[in-house]
């Protein structure tokens, strides 16, 4: 997500990671950065694959520093990484004052259900650490592969926090972009088109002050993925007509012709009378 409320300082390293993996440049980091960026490329092309936001054109990372990298692919799906790492400057994070005693399942819904109330988000979701989706709100018909996304994004964001990314990231493709937070040990995974970038952040700053009490690997998954197989207007999840499943054939009319006689069932035969009793 973009901090433009932040300035960069005019310092920073540029670099480039080649398809082959050798790298032109200085990463900064004894080559730990340009090392994790195709495994990051990788896990990220796969989720807009699996959100059907197209293919990865870039991905940017903020926290200490912001790292912004442009993507390329070759016909044989490598990578191409043109990375430019700034330092920023420090970002004060409002506190927020959490009143009362509040039931951890419904903690995690009221945050699911305020990052929803900004313009651009069209789903959104808590992924746990241990990749269960326990909140999901928005376009039901594209929320089936919530799980492997958020499993993605959270490794994304494992490979990335101890290089400058500090829990806000943004993979831009072709149709979207999905924006990944952490919490703690899991995260928030949301699918936004255009967004007001400082109104995100706010929203994610308020939402890890409410949750940061709260163990959310003790809430119970809420999520069913089978539940958006069928849209119960008879339409499938892409929006066309379920079509009706023709019943089985009866049985094959009778053979009929001299060709065929005797041809059907056969009555049982008698027992033969033996000779001598």
């Not at 789903?123 to 499993?151: K, M």
Request: charged share 25%; net charge negative; with cysteine.
């Amino acid at each position: 997500m973009s901090v433009e409320h932040t300035e960069a300082v005019d310092v920073g390293v540029d670099f480039v990671v080649r398809p082959d993996g050798t790298v032109a440049g200085d990463d900064g980091a004894s080559g730990a950065l340009a090392a994790a960026l195709p495994y990051t490329g990788r896990l990220a092309r796969r989720m807009g694959e699996l959100v059907g936001a197209g293919d990865l054109r870039a991905l940017e990372a903020y926290g200490a520093h912001r790292l912004s990298v442009g993507v390329t692919w070759t016909p044989a799906g490598e990578g191409t990484y043109r990375a430019a790492l700034r330092r920023l400057e420090a970002r004060v994070v409002p506190t927020y004052m959490v009143v009362g005693a509040v039931d951890t399942s419904a903690a995690v819904a009221h945050c699911v259900d305020r990052i929803m109330t900004i313009d651009g988000v069209r789903w959104t979701s808590v992924v746990t650490a241990g990749s269960r989706v326990i909140a999901a709100a928005g376009d039901r018909r594209e929320l089936h592969h919530l799980a492997e996304v958020g499993n993605r994004m959270l490794a994304i964001l494992r490979s990335l926090e101890d290089q400058h990314a500090t829990g806000f990231m943004r993979l831009h493709f072709e149709g979207g972009a999905v924006v990944g937070a952490s919490l703690g040990r899991h995260a928030i995974v949301t699918y936004a088109g255009a967004t007001n970038d400082d109104e995100l952040l706010a929203v994610i700053d308020e939402v890890r002050a409410i949750l940061a009490d709260h163990d959310l690997s003790t809430v119970p998954t809420d999520f069913d993925p089978d539940a958006v197989d069928l849209h119960p207007t008879g339409e499938d999840p892409q929006g066309d007509p379920v079509q009706d499943i023709e019943p089985a054939p009866g049985a094959p009319p009778p053979l009929v012709g001299a060709r065929f006689a005797g041809a059907g069932k056969r009555e049982p035969r008698k027992p033969r009378r033996r000779f001598g009793r």
